[in-house]
């Protein structure tokens, strides 16, 4: 095959994306955090899927004029870190073929090896051992192979791409040591030779078509994102199992069962009981399939498509007063539950982005957020290590507006930053004093465990309880109270002043005040309790 026209181009995004999809859960479980949050797989998908439907749309056989929709779809939907650096391999794709009607072999083979280069020069510190260095290694050997080898066959220069990649991929647990330990390969790696695999696929004739589960997770997330038809039903019920359901009730198989008729899903058992989220267009399935495993203690169904129009009336109220009042500072801040919006609200921020753990905001999501805002100054906390990234690209993408993402990656340190905000006084000093102040908070989180594991040592079981240290699980236990009293033991020393304890929506206010005794017993340490009403972490920690 000497060139890759429009045609076959899109034809082997759109396998490209469906491999991913079909392998979504999959990379998700690489995962070395046994956490439920939005996970690798998903935020790949979501992101690459947003770029190929573009480009897909664009009525032109161009590779150059497809693969800049691509990468415009590609910024605009990037979630998670491993879907920005996604998004800047496909940017450096484009970059290298921006002019070209149609690709030979060795456009191909630089398009590759320049999509390694911008992603690495977007990311400040790579890491070695994840998507980088597969793309890296894959793109560079493919390359000396082309150029040595006088190759002229696009098909042979992807299938060396896709080759080189699963070698890569194969030792990653060699250059980061905790994939090692936990025995998986890098997520981020695995989710870019799912794409790759896909494309080699198209080139063999042979497009890939989506999986049900995966069109379904598809549909569902276009749903919601585009606006376009019903945002269907956010479903919640904890159910008592039977006899027959204690016997044979699996949470991976009722996962892997919702995912045919929704996302967001979360399914946590404990002993006889089992809790349930689901968004999706037919409750009634998913009401069905929790009969079928025992009885209902609570449900509640609730139609996010009302509560959507309500929200664009109100937001199209917000706009128009923010883009009308001209003010020196702006605040943006990342947060998941009701309450956390409250609290960063009450402390000066103008525009709260709903997200999180389980599910990253887009680019695109900060793009409007700054859009809203009438502002000469700009400051954006992400709350989150994996939002990070997604700020920074926004960010980038204005020349005419001084916006900085500081570097807040908990909520504890988000809190702190503004509570340092001074509106009197120059941008550089804010930066600086909220700089300090997130230096300054120790952040801890409980939340549940998804599957088993070991993560430094430490035996982790699937449903148990686990306190997050900053960025390492310290302890794992069934009992929530017992895990973090023990976390809030190893995050106090005699500096302590103030404990942060904000309960989410599985803990209660009466849980939250037996913590305080204890932290007043054993330390001199005053304590605010706040209820964030957040989902996935039980409560979320800040010690100063």
């Known amino acids: 095959m000497k060139y890759i026209d429009g045609k076959l181009f899109k034809e082997m995004l759109l396998s490209g994306m469906n491999s991913l999809g079909n392998n979504q859960a999959r990379i998700d479980a690489l995962n070395v955090f046994p956490v439920p949050d939005g996970d690798t797989g998903t935020n790949m998908y979501l992101t690459f899927s947003s770029g190929v439907n573009d480009a897909l749309a664009v009525d032109s056989d161009s590779v150059g004029v497809i693969a800049k929709a691509l990468s415009r ?6 979630r998670g870190n491993s879907g920005v650096i996604t998004s800047q391999i496909f940017r450096g794709f484009y970059q290298a073929v921006a002019d070209d009607e149609k690709i030979d072999a060795m456009q ?10 911008v992603a690495y020069k977007a990311v400040m510190r790579p890491v070695e051992g994840t998507i980088l260095t597969v793309v890296r290694e894959a793109a560079d050997y493919t390359y000396a192979y082309c150029t040595t080898n006088n190759v002229t066959d696009c098909r042979e220069v992807l299938a060396k791409m896709v080759e080189e990649a699963r070698i890569s991929l194969d030792f990653t647990p060699e250059l980061l040591p905790v994939l090692k330990e936990v025995g998986v390969v890098d997520s981020g790696g695995a989710g870019l030779l799912s794409i790759l695999e896909g494309m080699l696929s198209a080139l063999d004739g042979n497009v890939i078509q989506a999986e049900s589960s995966a069109a379904s997770h598809d549909e569902a997330s276009q749903t919601k994102i585009e606006g376009e038809g019903e945002f269907g039903f956010c479903t919640e019920f904890i159910l008592r199992l039977s006899e027959q359901g204690m016997k044979h009730f699996s949470e991976e198989g009722f996962r892997n069962e919702l995912s045919t008729i929704g996302n967001s899903i979360v399914c946590v058992q404990d002993d006889d009981l089992v809790k349930i989220h689901v968004h999706t267009l037919e409750p009634d399935k998913a009401i069905k399939m929790g009969k079928r495993q025992g009885r209902f203690v609570k449900l509640k169904v609730e139609n996010m498509t009302d509560q959507h129009e309500n929200i664009l009336e109100k937001e199209k109220e917000e706009y128009e007063e923010m883009a009308s009042e ?13 309450g956390l919006a409250k609290m960063f609200r009450d402390l000066r921020v103008d525009i709260v982005i709903s997200g999180g753990q389980t599910m990253n905001p887009s680019t695109e999501d900060f793009i409007k957020a700054i859009d809203r805002l009438n502002c000469d100054h700009i400051f954006i906390l992400p709350n989150n290590s994996n939002i990070v990234m997604a700020a920074q690209q926004a960010a980038s993408v204005y020349e005419d507006k001084d916006i900085r993402v500081l570097p807040s990656k908990t909520v504890p340190q988000g809190l702190s930053a503004c509570i340092m905000f001074n509106p009197d006084v120059d941008a550089d000093e804010n930066e600086a004093e909220m700089e300090e102040a997130i230096a300054g908070v120790k952040s801890g989180e409980v939340t549940y465990a998804i599957k088993d ?21 310290v302890v794992s236990k069934p009992d929530m109270m017992e895990v973090t009293k023990d976390l809030l033991k190893q995050m106090l020393d005699e500096d302590s002043e103030l404990v942060t304890l904000i309960y989410g929506e599985d803990a209660m206010k009466e849980q939250a005040e037996e913590l305080q005794n204890y932290v007043e017993e054993i330390s001199d340490a005053e304590v605010e309790i706040y209820s964030g009403k957040q989902p996935v972490y039980s409560f979320i920690i800040g010690v100063e």
């Open 108 to 117: 191909l083979a630089n398009a590759l090896v320049n999509g390694s280069r």
């Open 326 to 338: 001209h003010k020196e500072y702006g605040l943006i801040a990342v947060a998941a539950g009701d």
């Open 453 to 473: 594991t070991t993560y430094e040592g430490l035996d982790i079981k699937a449903g148990e309880y686990m306190g997050i240290f900053g960025k390492a699980i």
């Open 73 to 78: 779809g590609l910024l605009m939907g990037a």
